[in-house]
């Protein structure tokens, strides 16, 4: 996202939250309308690992990376680059999935 893009991005991000407020209720969908179609980049930081690069290069599509974090651990979660939440890494039924424990202020 350049920089043009950012600063309409957040002119319209103002306008729906402006909106939203004025109306002292939660913001409705018709309010929240034009962030709909802005790209975001969201990023779940779910561990980090050090491999050779002729490892790197044996991989193929279904190579499996082990990763530092176990279920249950924090991760951190980014929003075009920027870190906005963290997280917990979950599983259920065989499915890993990152559930919101905190958003953090800009």
């Known amino acids: 996202m350049n920089e043009q893009q950012k600063e309409a991005f957040l002119r319209l991000a103002e306008r729906a939250l402006n909106a939203a407020s004025a109306s002292k209720e939660k913001p409705d969908k018709a309010s929240l309308a034009p962030l709909y179609d802005v790209p975001v980049q969201i990023t779940a930081v779910l561990g980090r690992t050090t491999l050779p690069i002729c490892d790197v290069l044996k991989m193929g599509v279904g190579s499996v990376v082990a990763l530092d974090k ?36 800009g």
């Open 70 to 105: 176990p279920v249950g651990e924090d991760v951190d979660i980014y929003v075009n680059n920027r870190l906005i939440a963290r997280g917990e890494l979950v599983e259920k039924d065989g499915h890993f999935g990152v559930t919101l424990t905190e958003i953090l202020k």
